[in-house]
């Protein structure tokens, strides 16, 4: 019955612009941290963003003053803009949500802490 459904992923150049949202259903966002995470062939997965209930960002320093997440909790959707994109960002991303999660560097490191998972979508950076 829960439900994460990432979109927005494509095909951009280096330096262009992505934006993605992750849809949530079936339970009410406002409770829950929502965290990007991706994962590129052949890698394991890591995390790349993640906001809490009360709206506190969080971000890798690979992407940090390059991404930006966001949340719209009447609209049980989260967002993840992706600016200045490099070819190293090409990875399936996923978003998951946890319950009354702080958002600190752990829930980006211990991402098998998650609860529920999206399938991905899939972003390639390529010229």
């Known amino acids: 019955q829960v439900q994460l459904v990432e979109s927005g992923g494509g095909l951009v150049q280096p330096g262009g612009s992505l934006r993605l949202s992750c849809a949530a259903s079936?339970?009410?966002?406002?409770?829950?941290?929502i965290g990007w995470f991706r994962q590129a062939p052949g890698k394991e997965r890591e995390g790349v963003s993640c906001?809490?209930?009360?709206?506190?960002?969080r971000y890798a320093d690979s992407v940090k003053g390059r991404f930006t997440i966001s949340r719209d909790n009447a609209k049980s959707t989260v967002y993840l803009q992706m600016n200045s994109l490099k070819p190293e960002d090409t990875a399936v991303y996923y978003c998951?949500?946890?319950?009354?999660?702080?958002?600190?560097?752990?829930?980006?490191?211990?991402?098998?802490?998650?609860?529920?998972w999206g399938n991905g979508t899939l972003v390639t950076v390529s010229s």
């Open positions: 998951a949500a946890r319950q009354h999660d702080p958002c600190d560097s752990h829930t980006l490191i211990y991402y098998f802490r998650m609860g529920n």
């Open positions: 079936g339970f009410t966002l406002d409770y829950y941290a």
């Open positions: 906001i809490s209930g009360s709206g506190t960002p």
